[in-house]
């Protein structure tokens, strides 16, 4: 875990994109610098970023937390180097080179800045500089958690960092036109006394919920080195094969499960019942738009008229009222479906006009040529 110190978190707050950023890329280019280097690893590695911009007390606390392998793939590509039981690379030195990496940046960076309020002055370059000089001194956090025993770990601890918000229902215990009382953590106590409770009025709960919202189009969720987009499957296939991993057979994505009793005639893949109901029956459920209004919706019913064809009944719901719009039967040349072996309606919601009181129907002719999954 790579946090910044509050002097930077401060410029953070006023340059979100742009310090964020940096703060993704310098974490990552000092642990694939660090790993690389012979006397430490001698390989090349893959990461895992996530950014988090929150204290437990809803403070504005940016940091990343980065999952790595315990290895990496030798300079020369010939071999898969692992780290030594219990240790990956020296904290201390991640730490002396996370913090001359980053600082350099910011002063290359000075002129996409911003500073408003106390921070001002700082839009002078020098200003900037001496603001910065005392950084080099201070030590800055880089955290390494053991390694972890399981790949449940590794899926429990992504669960809980990947896609967290700044405050989990969990913790909040009451609120009114007052304010809001939550749990929180203070770290710098052991034991049982560092959970404790906080109230906030409700303005400043809000505003410390607002402020870990991110840019617009962020990504709080990266990948660097091995695990880079560009060549991430090759790289994951030459360490399967370094570490003499069975190749698994790929299961295609849009096979349907065998046990499916309702995969898509055209594609194979599974269907959604919306609902069921009896044969000559009209559906009760009515499909809201997202304006809240009634959404039209066309329904289509199966039944076995023979062996060699089928009756499609089309429906068209929309407002209050639904009504049979029109009777089609069509030939089968295959065997039939799994929906001609059931006397129940299989429901397949259809985009049309979402307005409330239309009522269009499309044809069949037109539903052929438009997207199969849409019956």
């Known amino acids: 875990m790579f946090t910044l110190p509050a002097a930077i978190s401060d410029i953070a707050y006023q340059n979100e994109a742009v310090i964020y950023d940096l703060l993704f890329k310098v974490s990552a280019e000092t642990l694939i610098t660090i790993a690389a280097d012979p006397k430490h690893l001698g390989a090349r590695i893959g990461m895992t970023s996530v950014l988090h911009t929150w204290g437990s007390a809803l403070t ?15 300079l020369d590509g010939s071999r898969w180097v692992s780290c030594r039981p219990g240790f990956f690379l020296p904290v201390r030195v991640l730490s002396r080179v996370f913090r001359r990496l980053f600082l350099e940046r910011p002063t290359a960076a ?5 500073f408003f309020g106390q921070h001002a002055p700082l839009a002078n370059a020098q200003a900037f500089a001496t603001y910065l000089a005392p ?16 790949l449940e770990a590794v899926l429990a601890y992504l669960s809980r960092y990947t896609h ?50 991110l840019p617009r189009g962020f990504h709080r969720i990266r990948h660097y080195g091995l695990l880079a987009k560009a060549a991430c499957a090759d790289n994951i296939a030459r360490a399967r094969e370094l570490l ?21 005639p055209h594609c194979g893949g599974r269907m959604i019942i919306i609902e069921t109901f009896a044969r ?3 559906p009760r ?13 066309h329904v289509m019913t199966t039944s076995r008229a023979r062996k060699s064809a089928r009756s499609l009944r089309w429906f068209s719901a929309s407002g209050r ?54 019956i």
């Open 60 to 74: 504005h606390h940016p940091h990343v937390h980065m999952i790595v392998p315990g290895g990496g793939i030798s």
């Open 110 to 114: 000075h002129q996409q800045l911003a």
């Open 135 to 150: 950084l080099h001194k201070t030590e800055w956090v880089v955290y390494a958690k053991r390694t972890f025993g399981s």
């Open 164 to 213: 967290r918000v700044a405050i989990a229902n969990s913790r909040l215990i009451a609120f009114d036109q007052d304010g809001v009382t939550f749990r929180w953590k203070d770290y710098r106590i052991e034991g049982r006394d560092r959970y404790k409770l906080m109230t906030l009025t409700t303005d400043e709960f809000i505003r410390r919920f607002l402020i870990h919202v």
């Open 244 to 264: 003499a991993v069975p190749i698994r057979q790929a299961e295609p994505a849009d096979i349907a499960d065998d046990n499916d009793p309702h995969p898509c």
């Open 280 to 282: 000559g029956s009209m």
């Open 285 to 297: 459920r009515r499909p809201q738009g997202p304006n809240g209004h009634d959404q039209d919706r």
């Open 321 to 374: 009222s639904a009504r049979s719009n029109i009777q089609l039967s069509t030939q089968i040349e295959h065997e039939p479906s799994p929906f001609d072996a059931c006397n129940l309606l299989l429901v397949s919601r259809i985009a049309i006009g979402q307005g409330a009181g239309s009522s269009r129907l499309r044809s069949p002719r037109h539903l052929r040529q438009s997207n199969p999954h849409n």
